[in-house]
């Protein structure tokens, strides 16, 4: 049973379909990054999940609710840009979003006090929310949207907008998040998928192209290739390669042969043994492993 | 009830901060007495300023306490009105407009919370304001032109109050239909405009038109007596507007919030 | 133009420039403490000092941004 079910959602505009029958499920208490170029139907989707968009059709289920219930309660949800009642202070907007999430007003109190501490505004809770830089108000965008303890949280392009260290504090923050909830996040920044999620929805033109979990993708997308370097005569070489079965193609490029394998550990072996038997002018040898971002070209290209 | 109080709460803490609690009352005291200070000072005036030949002898008949109460609801139906159709038409196309409500809305907020706290704090700072500046008008009545007694002054209070509420909610109405302030305040007053023409045009038909509080409410000072179209003109103002506060959440409901 | 002064009951006409500078005074409160406004500072002030009530009020209604 998975915690939150998308059922052939659609969205479209008169223009353009945002979102085209998409269907997953996402399950508890794992980290899932939405990843996508611009435009891709990231922050239409992630709307549509915190119900403030209606899908033009297609069903949200969570957990064992009936269709169409109402479970804003158990969901946190920060905008790309978010934007805040800048007359408020920062720990008045916390009170304010937990009373309307129903806490008590102690409740309310507490958490946001607790909260602000966490996401380390602490300093600036009685100043108005109007003085913020773009970090402390995403800091602050983190802690209200966790204020009612929400099974899950979605966050849209949380770190897109900040400098590199404001970046590197809310992926941490992220990273602790993740022991006590679903997180659901978009961005367009692969490292940053790549260093918090557990799973990744690939998305392109509304659709999801791929998904599934880190090792899951790496394994299926890995095209990785062996780098040879040779002071000369690479074209001789390159036949000699092409002769051990195990490899399955190979090209030169800039005084390199790289050579590609069905199985590349077994490749290494047999390629390594003809080196040190025959006293090949080896230069030097590299085991090239796929990156996420060769993968993520390869699958948004296809 | 306590989510509801929580947006109230949030409202009045916002006119509060950006002191719409301060100036409002302040000009609608200044709308109220304006006119019938003038009036009372108008020979002393003109004689000042010296447009009139020597000798000339200045009689202009003391205006009656009913005449005085028209001046002071007849700046409230247009420059009032101009300013409640202002100080309301970002209140919710605002806050949908500059994206703050995409932080609210996802909250398990009733969206019928959310459309009636907003008018019920801007129902109530119009009201108070409108109390505050015809209490003001009313003593210079009483000093200046003659009795009134103070249940002429609650009647007219809350009869008048029934057209502020029409038109207060007309403006939350107009606040869920449009995203720009600015068509919310030109549509509301276009619909008052309006409203108000076709009121002079079948003025024989339509003889419970809201538009008509202000004359029943003269003629109610003048004569001391509630007629029944003044009644009749009230309970349909508070009909309309209510009917308008439900439809105001029924659109909102449905509505695209964000594009 | 003095008997025209004289013949005015100020205790009448006080309250009246009373309110009239009240409205000066707070829109003036609000203008100092304000930091964002719909054009320049300086322009927003010429309109409360100079322009009698419907000064103020546009400065309310108008000078400062929400957000």
């Given amino acids: 049973m998975g915690l939150l079910t998308a059922h052939h959602l659609t969205k479209s505009y008169k223009e353009k379909t945002a979102v085209n029958n998409i269907s997953f499920t996402f399950q508890k208490n794992k980290c899932i990054a939405l990843i996508g170029p611009n435009g891709a139907g990231k922050t239409t989707i992630l709307r549509i999940l915190a119900g403030i968009l209606d899908p033009t059709s297609g069903a949200i289920t969570f957990q064992n609710m009936e269709v169409g219930s109402d479970f804003r309660s158990k969901i946190g949800y920060l905008p790309q840009y978010p934007v805040f009642h800048s007359w408020m202070t920062g720990l008045e907007f916390l009170i304010y979003s937990g009373r309307l999430s129903n806490l008590s007003k102690v409740e309310s109190r507490n958490r946001a006090e607790s909260l602000l501490l966490k996401v380390g505004i602490e300093d600036a809770k009685n100043t108005l929310i109007g003085k913020y830089s773009g970090g402390m108000k995403q800091r602050l965008g983190i802690a209200q949207a966790i204020i009612h303890k929400p099974e899950i949280l979605m966050l849209d392009e949380p770190v897109s907008s900040l400098d590199p260290i404001g970046r590197r504090e809310v992926l941490t923050l992220m990273g602790e998040l993740k022991e006590e909830m679903t997180i659901l996040f978009s961005t367009h920044i692969l490292t940053d998928a790549d260093e918090v999620s557990d799973e990744l929805l690939l998305l392109r033109d509304g659709e999801i192209v791929e998904s599934g979990s880190m090792i899951e993708l790496r394994e299926k997308y890995q095209t990785s290739s062996i780098k040879l370097e040779f002071q000369t005569d690479l074209h001789l070489y390159q036949k000699k390669v092409e002769k051990i079965a195990s490899t399955t193609g190979s090209y030169i490029e800039r005084n390199a042969l790289y050579v590609s394998a069905t199985d590349i550990q077994l490749a290494r072996r047999e390629i390594l043994a003809l080196v040190s038997k025959e006293n090949w002018p080896l230069l030097s040898f590299t085991l090239n492993r796929a990156t996420l971002e060769d993968m993520f070209m390869k699958v948004v290209n296809q | 009830m306590m989510q509801w109080m929580t947006l109230f709460n949030k409202e009045m803490t916002e006119n509060w901060r950006n002191k719409k609690w301060i100036w409002v009352p302040l000009v609608f005291i200044l709308l109220a007495i304006t006119d019938p200070l003038s009036t009372y000072y108008m020979p002393q005036i003109i004689d000042a300023v010296g447009g009139l030949p020597e000798g000339t002898i200045i009689e202009m008949p003391e205006p009656a306490p009913a005449e005085v109460v028209a001046m002071s609801l007849g700046q409230f139906s247009s420059f009032g009105v101009l300013i409640i159709v202002l100080t309301s038409m970002g209140t919710i196309a605002g ?119 202000s004359n029943y409410i003269f003629e109610m000072v003048r004569a001391d007596d509630i007629s029944s179209q003044l009644v009749g003109t009230s309970i349909v103002t508070v009909a309309i507007s209510i009917v308008l506060l439900i439809l105001s959440i029924y659109i909102f409901k449905t509505k695209e919030l964000i594009q | 133009m003095q008997e025209f002064l004289e013949n005015i009951n100020w205790g009448i006409i006080a309250p009246l420039f009373f309110i009239q500078g009240l409205l000066l005074i707070f829109a003036i409160l609000d203008w100092a403490k304000a930091d964002n406004f719909r054009g320049p500072k300086w322009m927003w002030f010429c309109i409360i000092v100079f322009i009698n009530i419907v000064g103020p009020v546009v400065y309310f209604l108008f000078g400062r941004r929400r957000n």
């Fill in chain 2, 95 to 213: 806050e949908i407009k500059n994206g703050v409500a995409e932080l609210i809305l996802v909250k398990p907020v009733a969206y019928k919370n959310y459309i009636s706290a907003k008018w019920a704090a801007h129902l109530l700072l119009i009201l108070v304001a409108f109390a505050v500046g015809m209490f003001a008008s009313w003593y210079y009545i009483n000093l200046l032109f003659g009795d009134l007694s103070f249940t002429s002054f609650l009647f007219i209070l809350l009869f008048y109050g029934t057209w502020l509420l029409f038109v207060v909610t007309l403006s939350i109405f107009y606040n869920t239909f449009f995203k720009t302030p600015g068509l919310v305040a030109f549509f509301s007053i276009l619909t008052i405009v309006v409203m108000s023409i076709v009121t002079q045009i079948f003025g024989t038909y339509l003889e419970w038109s809201p538009n008509n509080l």
